[in-house]
């Protein structure tokens, strides 16, 4: 087998705010495990206590964090008391797990195509019984993965009910694409959702469907339904991405269960309130809504997009979006915007320095606070720096449509 170099500068040109931790995250590490590699990194050679204070991570976890970074080839240790650590080179480190992910991808497609051989040959003895079979999807991003699959195997209509949430992260997946793709196919897509969605009747057109229906929903689950299989879960977790593994489904090709969810997917079709978007509606509504600017900064990108997509659809015109504290400094400094949404909690600088930076820039700033720390030195600290508004997290659209008034 052939080992071909690697030039890390040209695969990993990431846009602004593909910020540190989300690639480690990308190469296998945890988010607090990327956090103690960046700190090292930042800090050089350090003990675990001086590691544990800089990132803000419990020590008796940052011992475990490293000696796993030791483990994965992230970091060394002194033999010497008291034991320091430092960060390696992340390059060859990068290289090789991007080497070690090309060989393993090569050895599977050589045992497929033998296993595929091999079964070939073999001949059963019994015929297959057609039972219905069951299965049960974990973790978001595997069961988005699965409702692309059901999209792609449907040729001819398929039921889609979900929440707004769900639409907005879907609109992050491959799932647009997969839908405007079966819609060109002929496909017949019945979307239906809550009436969220009748402020920003544009965001579904980014699904690549022009109809849909405003239903009751059943509950804050997802259920995907064709011919021959269902999807469904009865409810789904908060918006936080810490909590995608907290998800799961239900996948099956039971006729019973399969005409069950047909009958009731009808129903609510039936029921539903018709949505058309028409292309002239959208562009004359867009030349008369109000032109504001509003910067999202928050160190997950998955909360930071469903966070700036409430504002989209709450009628602000442009968010920017910014999963650095650093780089929120100098994109405020570009585009000037009339608000400021702020975490507090970030690994490189925390939400009070960005917020002292911006203020020298500004004095006028719109800042507001987002947090979910209710501790008394962190509600002293708020007074202190007196912000436009706080927003204390898990956030709901109450909160965020209040700071917007």
């Known amino acids: 087998m052939q080992v071909q170099d690697i030039s890390l500068d040209d695969d990993f040109k990431q846009s602004e705010d593909y910020d540190e931790i989300t690639i480690l995250k990308d190469f296998g590490l945890e988010e607090d495990e990327a956090q103690t590699y960046v700190g090292l990194a930042q800090l050089g050679s350090a003990k675990a206590s001086e590691i544990s204070a800089f990132t803000k991570i419990d020590r008796v976890r ?25 960060a390696n080179e992340p390059e060859s480190i990068l290289k090789d797990i991007i080497l070690k992910q090309k060989q393993k991808v090569e050895h599977l497609e050589k045992n497929s195509s033998q296993f595929l051989k091999i079964l070939s040959r073999l001949k059963l003895n019994e015929p297959q019984i057609g039972l219905p079979k069951l299965t049960i999807v974990s973790n978001r991003n595997n069961i988005y993965d699965q409702m692309a699959k059901i999209i792609e195997e449907t040729s001819d209509r398929l039921f889609i009910v979900v929440t707004l949430s769900d639409i907005i992260r879907m609109y992050y997946t ?3 694409e997969v839908i405007k793709k079966a819609t060109k196919n002929n496909t017949n897509i019945k979307l239906m959702t809550g009436p969220e969605l009748l402020t920003k009747l544009e965001y579904i ?4 469907i022009n109809k849909f229906k405003i239903v009751t929903l059943p509950s804050p689950g997802r259920l995907l339904c064709s011919e021959t299989q269902v999807l469904m879960s009865g409810n789904t977790s908060s918006q936080e991405n810490k909590n995608i593994n907290d998800e799961s489904v239900m996948v099956t090709n039971s006729n019973d269960i399969i005409k069950n969810m047909q009958s009731l997917c009808e ?20 030349k008369s809504q109000k032109q504001s600017t509003i910067l999202v900064v928050d160190d997950d990108a998955d909360a930071v997009n469903i966070f700036a997509d409430y504002l989209e659809i709450k009628g602000v015109s442009t968010v920017e979006r910014c999963t650095s504290g650093k780089k929120a400094i100098d994109r405020f400094k570009k585009i000037r915007p009339e608000a400021v949404f702020l975490d507090i909690m970030m690994p490189d600088v925390d939400g009070f320095y960005v917020l002292d930076e911006i203020r020298k820039i500004e004095p006028k700033a719109k800042i507001i606070m987002v947090t979910a720390d ?15 508004d706080v927003i204390y997290k898990p956030y709901d659209i109450e909160q965020i449509t209040r700071c917007l008034k």
Not at 62 to 86: V, W
């Open 62 to 86: 940052t011992y475990k964090i490293l000696e796993n970074l030791k483990n994965l080839g992230f970091a060394t240790s002194t033999l010497s008391s008291p034991i320091k650590f430092s």
């Open 374 to 388: 209710k501790s008394p030195e962190t509600t002293k600290k708020l007074k202190e720096v007196k912000p436009a």
């Open 205 to 208: 057109k980014r699904l690549g």
């Open 174 to 176: 491959s799932i647009p």
């Open 267 to 286: 129903f609510l079709w039936e029921s539903g309130e018709d949505i058309v978007i028409e292309e002239k509606n959208n562009k004359k509504g867009k």
